[in-house]
């Protein structure tokens, strides 16, 4: 089983930037990729980025590329999410994830089987 806990989360006016981390601990040892999603109230559960663990391939939805970088640190199985040029629309709860699922670049809610608490982030206008 892997726990996975966010943090970094927080309120920040448009145009600023945030990082958001995901530790992973407990049996890791399977994990495929991690990734990244958010959702706001009354909205599903959407996408922002995913990473595949071993050789680092990266996915981006189109509404945060070029704004938002997507890592990791094996060692430390640890994710990461840089989160530049914040825009209000990108106000939600951010959940990390890992899948353990045997595919390039999962990208839907269902390919994933783990998935962090949640962080909130907030950006004002």
């Known amino acids: 089983q892997v726990q996975l806990i966010e943090s970094g989360g927080g309120l920040v006016q448009a145009g600023g930037s945030l990082r958001l981390s995901c530790a992973a601990s407990?049996?890791?040892?399977?994990?495929?990729?991690m990734g990244w999603f958010r959702q706001t109230p009354g909205k599903e559960r959407e996408f922002v980025a995913t990473?595949?663990?071993?050789?680092?391939?990266?996915s981006y939805a189109e509404s945060v590329k070029g704004r938002f970088t997507i890592s990791r640190d094996n060692a430390k199985n640890t994710l990461y999410l840089q989160m530049n040029s914040l825009r209000p629309e990108d106000t939600a709860v951010y959940y990390c994830?890992?899948?353990?699922?045997?595919?390039?670049?999962?990208?839907?809610?269902?390919?994933?089987?783990?998935w962090g608490q949640g962080t909130q982030v907030t950006v004002s206008s």
């Open positions: 994830a890992a899948s353990l699922k045997w595919m390039d670049i999962p990208t839907m809610e269902v390919e994933y089987d783990y």
């Open positions: 990473i595949r663990w071993i050789s680092g391939s990266t």
């Open positions: 407990g049996r890791t040892f399977g994990n495929n990729a």
